[in-house]
């Protein structure tokens, strides 16, 4: 069954500090992976999407590592600011055909920043 | 970058009533849009997906005759609640993604959400 587990569910930093986000997938055959961020209220917006042979890929302050052996991932938001308070959706596509796929989410990282 | 938008943001509606709600790629044609719902605290859980000029092709689950979907150009879909209960209160998120060659990965663009709400 295609799965993907994000921890923690929930996080709360002070704003300036560093923090880790975690997802382990069960998704074959395996397309590529995806980070969003999706404020309160609003539609995710891609952070990262990165294929089997991309260990990492940054996007500003977000940095975002694959390891396709253990099939694990993470986010790494770097210097956290107040509009940093969102949810963080990690996403896999699962290959249908040569050029789409199916996406399979994870539930989930509610980050607060507190000031 | 691709901009797909919703209207309405937000609908109130009478139970019992329909409401439509609309979903556009405004910078590129999507040959495929999907459809999810989200509940609080939940995360997106696809609806159905609609390829331009066919039917929708609907997950388990999802009442087809409820959740009407029409894909009628490269740039619009809608999704029609019929006889809308309490039940169906939620979040509704499209999204629209125009497939790359073969062996690129895709993008898939999000709008921005509707929240309906039945009474």
């Known amino acids: 069954k295609n799965q993907v587990e994000q921890s923690p569910q929930s996080l709360i930093i002070l704003e300036g500090k560093n923090c880790t986000l975690q997802c382990n997938y069960t998704v074959s055959p395996f397309s590529n992976l995806r980070w969003y961020k999706q404020d309160t209220g609003r539609g995710p917006v891609s952070l990262t999407i990165?294929?089997?042979?991309?260990n990492t890929k940054s996007n500003g302050r977000y940095t975002a590592t694959l390891d396709a052996d253990t099939k694990q991932s993470s986010l790494h938001i770097t210097a956290s600011q107040l509009s940093d308070s969102a949810s963080y959706i990690c996403v896999v596509s699962a290959r249908l055909t040569s050029n789409t796929g199916k996406l399979i989410f994870g539930q989930g990282t509610t980050l607060q920043v507190k000031p | 970058g691709a901009v797909v938008s919703q209207h309405p943001s937000r609908v109130i509606c009478k139970s019992g009533t329909s409401v439509k709600i609309e979903c556009r790629s405004l910078d590129f044609q999507a040959t495929t849009m999907f459809w999810y719902r989200q509940f609080p605290k939940q995360s997106l859980m696809l609806m159905a997906t609609s390829n331009e000029g066919s039917k929708a092709t609907y997950e388990q689950g999802v009442e087809k005759d409820k959740f009407l979907i029409n894909h009628a150009s490269l740039t619009l879909s809608t999704l029609t609640v019929t006889s809308a209960h309490p039940e169906d209160s939620s979040f509704y998120i499209c999204?629209?993604?125009?497939?790359?060659?073969?062996?690129?990965?895709?993008?898939?663009?999000f709008g921005p959400g509707t929240r309906l709400t039945v009474t």
């Open positions: 990165m294929t089997f042979s991309e």
């Open positions: 999204s629209a993604s125009n497939p790359r060659p073969s062996g690129r990965s895709y993008e898939q663009y």
